[in-house]
């Protein structure tokens, strides 16, 4: 059955969706070149409100179903993506990242390249009561880049909650492919990025009454760990983790910001916002 494939453990269930990110990072970076787009312009000072009336046309696309033919209680799945009128590589490539994010096993990748396949793999093998949500919103977006969240929440028959995972993806929109963290960062930059990030990390635990409660256990529990899952705004570089990775389960999946001003010389120029005095 589909629930089966986590284990009885809250923790360990995590693990199945470290394998499909990591399946995903594998994908994405493979198609992308190293280095910064000649046509990627500075990230424009700006409000989040002014920069979004930029940027690629995005439609959304919602829809909630049950298990055909079902009757009682049935497992359900259900998407709120998005659609790029004009560009359906990014389309394309929403899709089958949302698809990879509801993970098999440890093992091996998932038998199905998109939602349309995962819906006929999950309605053959899902729990009466599974319960499946796919979704890709906007996070910044301006003339020359787009960056989306795609988040992925899974319940199982049996399990105590749901387990949620989140990924983003920075495209460049001249190019068209994503932007891995690397292509952003200055040459030998890397532990000066994970430095200003755990420092963001610090001022995050700093405002966690459970953190200040207790730092010794805290810490031991919940210490900081790196990652590449970021995203471009015009305030700074967010990172987002999963839930378990930096806190309990009922922190969600935390987002740590790191300001520009805090990564001169570590991001290249072309991805550092301009000043206009």
Same mark, same amino acid.
């Not at 990230?43 to 940027?55: F, H, K, L, W, Y």
């Not at 995005?58 to 497992?75: F, L």
């Not at 399990?159 to 989140?166: D, Q, S, Y």
């Given at each position: 059955?589909?629930?089966?494939?986590?284990?009885?453990?809250?923790?360990?269930?995590?693990?199945?969706?470290?394998?499909?990110?990591?399946?995903?990072?594998?994908?994405?970076?493979?198609?992308?070149?190293?280095?910064?787009?000649?046509?990627?312009?500075?990230?424009?000072?700006?409000?989040?409100?002014?920069? #979004? /009336?930029?940027?690629?046309?995005?439609?959304?696309?919602?829809?909630? @179903? &049950? =298990?055909?033919?079902?009757?009682? +209680?049935?497992?359900?799945?259900?998407?709120?993506?998005?659609?790029?009128?004009?560009?359906?590589?990014?389309?394309?490539?929403?899709?089958?990242?949302?698809?990879?994010?509801?993970?098999?096993?440890?093992?091996?990748?998932?038998?199905?390249?998109?939602?349309?396949?995962?819906?006929?793999?999950?309605?053959?093998?899902?729990? #009466? /009561?599974?319960?499946?949500?796919?979704?890709?919103?906007?996070?910044? @977006? &301006? =003339?020359?880049?787009?960056?989306? +969240?795609?988040?992925?929440?899974?319940?199982?028959?049996?399990?105590?909650?749901?387990?949620?995972?989140?990924?983003?993806?920075?495209?460049?929109?001249?190019?068209?492919?994503?932007?891995?963290?690397?292509?952003?960062?200055?040459?030998?930059?890397?532990?000066?990025?994970?430095?200003?990030?755990?420092?963001?990390?610090?001022?995050?635990?700093?405002?966690?009454?459970?953190?200040?409660?207790?730092?010794?256990?805290?810490?031991?529990?919940?210490?900081?760990?790196?990652?590449?899952?970021?995203?471009?705004?015009?305030?700074?570089?967010?990172?987002?983790?999963?839930?378990?990775?930096?806190?309990?389960?009922?922190?969600?999946?935390?987002?740590?910001?790191?300001?520009?001003?805090?990564?001169?010389?570590?991001?290249?120029?072309?991805?550092?916002?301009?000043?206009?005095?």
């Amino acid at each position: 059955m589909f629930h089966a494939f986590v284990r009885p453990r809250h923790v360990r269930a995590e693990s199945v969706f470290r394998h499909a990110l990591a399946a995903l990072g594998t994908t994405l970076l493979a198609a992308c070149s190293s280095g910064p787009s000649p046509n990627i312009t500075l990230i424009p000072d700006a409000t989040d409100q002014v920069s #979004s /009336r930029q940027g690629l046309f995005a439609q959304d696309v919602k829809w909630k @179903r &049950s =298990k055909p033919g079902c009757e009682g +209680e049935c497992p359900t799945l259900e998407v709120d993506s998005l659609v790029f009128a004009g560009n359906p590589k990014l389309t394309k490539l929403v899709d089958h990242a949302l698809a990879q994010m509801t993970g098999v096993n440890d093992e091996r990748t998932p038998p199905y390249d998109d939602i349309a396949g995962f819906a006929d793999y999950y309605w053959r093998v899902a729990g #009466s /009561r599974d319960s499946v949500l796919l979704a890709a919103k906007l996070r910044y @977006r &301006s =003339k020359f880049l787009t960056v989306i +969240e795609l988040d992925s929440w899974q319940y199982f028959t049996g399990a105590a909650h749901g387990i949620g995972a989140t990924q983003f993806l920075n495209w460049d929109n001249g190019r068209e492919a994503v932007i891995p963290l690397d292509a952003i960062l200055t040459p030998g930059s890397r532990t000066q990025f994970e430095a200003a990030l755990k420092a963001a990390h610090e001022r995050w635990v700093a405002t966690q009454p459970d953190a200040q409660a207790d730092p010794e256990t805290w810490n031991r529990l919940w210490p900081f760990q790196p990652s590449d899952n970021y995203a471009l705004t015009d305030k700074g570089i967010v990172v987002k983790y999963n839930s378990y990775e930096i806190a309990p389960y009922s922190y969600g999946q935390p987002e740590l910001l790191i300001p520009y001003a805090e990564l001169q010389g570590v991001l290249r120029v072309d991805y550092l916002p301009t000043r206009t005095e």
